[in-house]
């Protein structure tokens, strides 16, 4: 038997509120989640800023890019009407203020999301983690291999997962072993037994992206990945010990 997987809030809780937002990441940490991720890109004016896609238009009453606007402009946008109209007064929450309520209480998984500004964002980034003291509960992670490599030279014992995706387990592993994560990052699809083993016979742990259909986390448990990363924490959680 085996412990069940770590419970890893997806953009907070997001499968039943507004993705990347405060009141996201406060109903994980009621579901039970044992660590939150969240995507944080720059501003125009260099500000880290939580929210996941390039542009404003999905998930804010904004649009265009994230980059082409200041900070003074995203925070007053509305950031819940999307999900739900009467999430109206959500609003798009800066690194600092996501960190500085939740580092101390829970694992905070930083996935950053670089535009051509990586050494910027990946400076900010590292300056806001460095301002709560918080490196040991914060894990970085990013699809940018230039940004992996800039937090490793910048902090070399920062924690870091490896993200990856089909067609890029080798590039993955050989960056894993130069910045020394500690887990391997794949989307659901990709985990096998094979997958889990040889990732443990590395030294680094699994944690799969992204499960939310019970039978799905059965599966992965059973498969023996180390976290799920999940839209509905308290589902994982649920899941209880795995054969």
Aim: hydrophobic letters at 45%; glycine letters at 8%; proline letters at 4%.
């Amino acid at each position: 038997m085996q412990a069940r997987p770590l419970a890893i809030a997806h953009r907070g809780a997001s499968g039943i509120m507004p993705e990347n937002t405060r009141l996201a990441f406060v109903k994980a940490l009621d579901l039970g989640a044992d660590a939150l991720e969240f995507d944080v890109q720059l501003t125009r004016d260099e500000v880290p800023v939580v929210i996941h896609d390039e542009t404003l238009d999905r998930t804010t009453s904004g649009t265009g890019a994230v980059a082409d606007h200041d900070l003074a402009d995203i925070v007053g946008l509305d950031a819940g009407s999307w999900f739900t109209a009467s999430y109206s007064n959500v609003t798009v929450p800066t690194l600092e203020e996501v960190l500085s309520t939740f580092a101390p209480k829970i694992t905070c998984n930083i996935e950053l999301k670089p535009d051509k500004r990586v050494s910027q964002l990946v400076r900010h980034a590292l300056t806001v983690v460095a301002r709560f003291d918080a490196f040991a509960n914060v894990i970085f992670s990013s699809f940018s291999a230039d940004a992996i490599r800039e937090i490793h030279k910048h902090s070399p014992d920062a924690r870091i997962g490896m993200l990856t995706e089909r067609g890029g387990l080798a590039r993955s592993f050989k960056l894993a072993a130069e910045t020394g994560a500690e887990t391997l990052n794949p989307p659901v699809g990709m985990v096998d037994r094979s997958l889990v083993t040889e990732c443990h016979e590395r030294g680094l742990g699994v944690l799969a992206w992204t499960a939310n259909e019970k039978g799905e986390i059965a599966l992965l448990s059973a498969l023996g990945v180390d976290g799920i990363f999940s839209d509905h924490p308290d589902r994982v959680r649920k899941q209880g010990t795995a054969v």
